[in-house]
């Protein structure tokens, strides 16, 4: 049982470049999130989805676009990337946008933009 | 809107001693509480939540927490403390007024460092 995986594991960047990290999810969630994990800052929300072909924005979305063209897929895109985008980056994924639905976490992206 | 506190950034125990990690949330009714623990190089894993109900709630692994709503807090507890225990806890609270996963609020984690 695969549950949330997340590829690459590590990646590093230069200023400017573009790069998509991938998600997918084996257990025909409805909801797939993505957050961004920093020091002192806890996890913070950058975009979800409840579905295919609907997606919206969370706590902090800008420089990253996400698309949800399969139940499975959620990828993660940097269309510029910049040195403020160093993180790790999960992805999560729950039955439907409810809060009594567990959230299962992907292992990370630690993503270094130089 | 809701919000979390985890006063202790980093705290040491010895294997076997017992384990309080705190957890503080300020929300106008009472919330929906999780304890998520990220191991070294793995995703969050849900240990335990509150929804309503007895205020004790118990975990996976031996944890358990104690909803004390005079207090704002929801602390985590463990009797002893295993090597393996060593990991990243982090307190949640979620809205139960049209609570939505994607209107969690993850606090910013305590760093749990066990010594034999």
């Known amino acids: 049982n695969a549950g949330v995986t997340q590829t690459p594991k590590f990646q590093v960047l230069k200023t400017g470049q573009s790069m998509t990290l991938q998600c997918a999810q084996d257990m025909n969630h409805e909801y797939m999130s993505w957050y961004r994990q920093d020091p002192g800052m806890g996890l913070r929300l950058i975009h979800y989805s409840v579905g295919a072909g609907i997606t919206d924005q969370g706590e902090v979305p800008n420089g990253y676009n996400v698309s949800r063209s399969t139940t499975e897929d959620f990828p993660l895109r940097l269309l510029s990337a910049a040195p403020s985008q160093t993180s790790v980056y999960f992805c999560a994924s729950s039955s439907r946008d409810s809060i009594n639905s567990p959230l299962h976490f992907g292992n990370g992206t630690r993503l270094t933009v130089t | 809107a809701q919000s979390v506190t985890q006063p202790d950034i980093h705290i040491t125990v010895s294997e076997g001693a017992s384990l309080e990690l705190r957890c503080n949330y300020s929300y106008g009714a009472t919330p929906y509480l999780f304890w998520y623990v990220q191991s070294p190089g793995q995703g969050l894993q849900l240990l335990l939540k509150?929804?309503?109900?007895?205020?004790l709630v118990q975990g996976i692994k031996g944890f358990e927490a104690e909803f004390k709503r005079s207090q704002s807090s929801f602390n985590l507890r463990k009797p002893s403390v295993h090597w393996s225990d060593a990991a990243e806890y982090f307190c949640a609270v979620g809205l139960t007024e049209g609570g939505t996963a994607s209107k969690l609020t993850f606090g910013t984690g305590t760093r749990l460092q066990v010594t034999l």
């Open positions: 509150y929804f309503s109900g007895d205020t």
